[in-house]
């Protein structure tokens, strides 16, 4: 256990805020009487993210045979979830910028490990009904949000933490506890709690380090955590990329994971196609995945 992390999140004056629009798709998509207009209405309003949520579906994420023009056709598609899914994606992606900071951590390789293991989750869910594709897909994203926050409150702690793992001592979890005395699964916990994400996103948040959970008996956490796993065992770092020498062989259970993943390479190009129609295409990526 760490340090209080919602007194962290209070010591933060420029902590950016859940993007409105992206609140409010939040909230919309969980209501029965919400209609395809109403969605297509409200994201309208984010010509950024309008324009983030067409190229998302056409691009090979989705590969639907027919061209997607308007953010309505989008919304019939996809469904309500997986504009969700999608809204929340590319908002949190502009939510936390760039520090300038060279400490070792790239935010496109943080984004990469985040998606991943979002596409990970979302195909997990799918083949093991362990909980609801999209919201396997958010929780997914949002894992190590927690980490952003830590990076931007203690930047020098937080490039000790990075150095540390970088060197192969510790996981970067662990080491950053060392530094901080912080859990990021905690403030990212805390984080949601302030969102006011559903109740199910935020404990999977918070469980995402715990080895011990599996998608079949602990739901939409142990799917999350079981994809985690997965991404680390291969090395696709949070934040960093490093040589870890020959791959070890997997656990049956991990093997049992990534073959309802589709497999790793099926999910890193799914990340990768992701990631560049809802940011562009990222100035690094895991070496071992090119």
């Not at 919602?6 to 998509?29: G, I």
């Not at 899914?85 to 990469?112: C, E, H, T």
Request: glycine share 8%; hydrophobic share 45%.
């Amino acid at each position: 256990m760490g340090k209080d992390a919602s007194e962290l999140l209070n010591r933060v004056d420029d902590l950016p805020p859940l993007p409105a629009v992206a609140a409010k798709v939040m909230s919309m998509a969980e209501d029965d009487k919400t209609s395809a207009m109403d969605l297509a209405g409200v994201l309208a309003t984010d010509q950024a993210l309008t324009a983030k949520l067409i190229r998302i579906s056409n691009s090979a994420y989705y590969g639907f045979a027919r061209r997607i023009s308007t953010v309505r056709e989008a919304v019939v598609m996809l469904g309500f979830k997986q504009v969700r899914q999608v809204s929340v994606g590319a908002s949190m992606m502009n939510a936390f910028k760039r520090n300038g900071v060279d400490d070792g951590f790239d935010l496109d390789l943080f984004w990469g490990h985040s998606v991943a293991v979002a596409v990970a989750s979302e195909a997990l869910a799918r083949k093991t009904l362990g909980a609801k594709p999209e919201d396997a897909f958010t929780a997914g994203i949002l894992h190590d949000i927690g980490r952003l926050v830590l990076r931007q409150v203690m930047p020098q702690e937080f490039a000790r933490a990075v150095a540390i793992a970088r060197s192969g001592d510790l996981p970067l979890h662990d080491a950053e506890f060392e530094t901080t005395g912080y859990q990021h699964d905690e403030i990212g916990q805390a984080l949601g709690e302030r969102w006011k994400f559903p109740g199910h996103l935020v404990d999977a948040v918070r469980c995402h380090h715990d080895g011990s959970l599996t998608a079949a008996a602990d739901g939409l956490a142990g799917v999350v955590s079981q994809s985690n796993q997965l991404m680390l065992h291969y090395g696709l770092f949070c934040g960093y990329d490093m040589d870890i020498g020959e791959v070890p062989v997997l656990s049956t259970e991990l093997e049992q994971v990534e073959t309802a993943c589709g497999g790793i390479d099926r999910v890193l190009a799914k990340a990768f196609s992701f990631i560049e129609s809802a940011s562009g295409t990222p100035d690094k990526w895991y070496a071992k995945a090119s």
